[in-house]
């Protein structure tokens, strides 16, 4: 049985990368993972336990991570949760690895830029195959508003924090802050 779980932890070792032609690239690195509680005895913020994990990464999300993510980064992990005994000698213990679907930054603890890959799309383009923009409606590949439209982002809606539905969208008025 596998379960997915998300984390947010510390990356506490330099992303390893193996990137070569006869394997899959993968990158793996160990998160640290600690709980904070406050102490109302103390009336201070007590560090709990800290879990350790192996994330380990394939294909696209490894190259992606192992040009964004650094020792000391604050990041967030989902992925699948493996639990394995292990035996080294008279040595022997529990590792707790995590398959990552996805892995991003915390922004919690500060901004990040994102920029996308298209090394995919440009290769799709060369060989004549649709990209992903391409394979898009219409209605969802087009901005909201172009530029040249003439649609002022003022007269936007915003939908109620909190109210995904588009029932309690409204416009705003110019020069009100939609926050």
């Not at 032609?21 to 904070?36: M, N, W």
């Not at 649609?151 to 539905?165: A, H, I, K, L, Y």
């Amino acid at each position: 049985m596998t379960d997915t779980i998300t984390l947010t932890g510390l990356v506490a070792t330099v992303p390893y990368t193996v990137d070569r032609e006869d394997k899959v690239p993968f990158t793996s690195f160990r998160l640290a993972s600690s709980q904070r509680y406050f102490d109302r005895r103390t009336s201070q913020w007590v560090a709990g336990d800290t879990n350790w994990y192996t994330v380990t990464s394939f294909r696209a999300l490894a190259t992606n991570t192992a040009a964004s993510v650094h020792k000391g980064d604050r990041v967030l992990v989902t992925g699948r949760l493996r639990i394995r005994r292990w035996e080294s000698g008279e040595k022997n213990g529990l590792a707790v690895d995590v398959e990552a679907d996805s892995i991003g930054h915390d922004l919690v603890w500060g901004t990040a830029k994102y920029s996308r890959v298209l090394s995919r799309e440009a290769t799709a383009s060369e060989s004549g195959q649709q990209t992903v923009a391409e394979s898009l409606p219409d209605a969802v590949a087009a901005d909201p508003a172009p530029p040249d439209a003439g649609v002022s982002s003022s007269s936007w809606p915003v939908t109620e924090p909190g109210r995904p539905d588009a029932q309690f969208a409204a416009p705003i008025a110019a020069g009100e802050t939609p926050f």
